[in-house]
């Protein structure tokens, strides 16, 4: 279940006011800044199809868990393992201020890693019909053998018609390439 959408004024008021009491490392001193500049409340409504919107515990917004790996990448780990072991679990708070956490309330790891798997099932929510395929262009031999081809078919001939024309690119649907 998806907690209520805070907007972007919100998390931006969270973070300076919680930045005011906490000592911000040297090493990731624009981070904050950086962050501060995303607005990621769109991301909600690309991910509501991935949540339950009646049942279950409330989770973590998928902004926040988009902006903590913004935040990872941004401090230069790559680990989501890491990231939440040794520093959204830390003790001055500060990964979890500019991810969007209060403190005391940080995502597991499992959390983290199924956000990647709900990430990876988004493409599969899109509409097949709004997918338009590459079109294969006929060259001017292929174009008369297809004309020639109808002509035998029309004249009564026992000619096995050709389909040349319009070609789904295989390498999108693998399913279909076994075919």
């Known amino acids: 279940m998806l907690p209520p959408l805070r907007s972007h004024c919100d998390y931006v008021f969270f973070v300076n006011d919680?930045?005011?009491?906490?000592?911000?490392?040297?090493a990731?001193?624009?981070?904050?800044?950086?962050?501060?500049?995303?607005d990621l409340t769109p991301i909600r409504l690309l991910m509501l199809d991935l949540y339950c919107l009646e049942k279950g515990r409330?989770?973590?917004?998928?902004?926040?868990?988009l902006r903590t790996f913004l935040a990872m990448v941004f401090c230069g780990i790559t680990s989501p393992s890491r990231w939440v072991e040794n520093y959204l679990q830390d003790k001055s708070g500060f990964y979890a201020v500019i991810s969007g956490f209060e403190t005391n309330n940080v995502p597991s790891t499992g959390c983290l890693y199924q956000f990647i798997d709900r990430l990876m099932?988004?493409?599969?929510?899109?509409?097949?019909?709004?997918?338009?395929?590459?079109?294969?262009?006929?060259?001017?031999t292929q174009k008369q053998q297809l004309k020639d081809d109808k002509t035998k078919v029309s004249n009564g001939r026992s000619a096995a018609k050709r389909h040349v024309g319009?070609?789904?690119?295989?390498?999108?649907?693998p399913a279909e390439h076994n075919q």
Do not use: M, W
Request: charged share 25%; glycine share 2%; aromatic share 6%.
């Open 166 to 173: 319009i070609v789904a690119n295989r390498s999108l649907h």
């Open 121 to 140: 099932q988004l493409p599969t929510y899109c509409k097949q019909h709004q997918i338009r395929f590459k079109r294969k262009r006929l060259s001017k």
């Open 18 to 26: 919680s930045l005011k009491s906490i000592e911000i490392p040297k």
């Open 28 to 38: 990731h001193t624009p981070v904050p800044e950086k962050l501060v500049l995303l």
């Open 58 to 65: 409330i989770g973590y917004a998928p902004e926040d868990l």
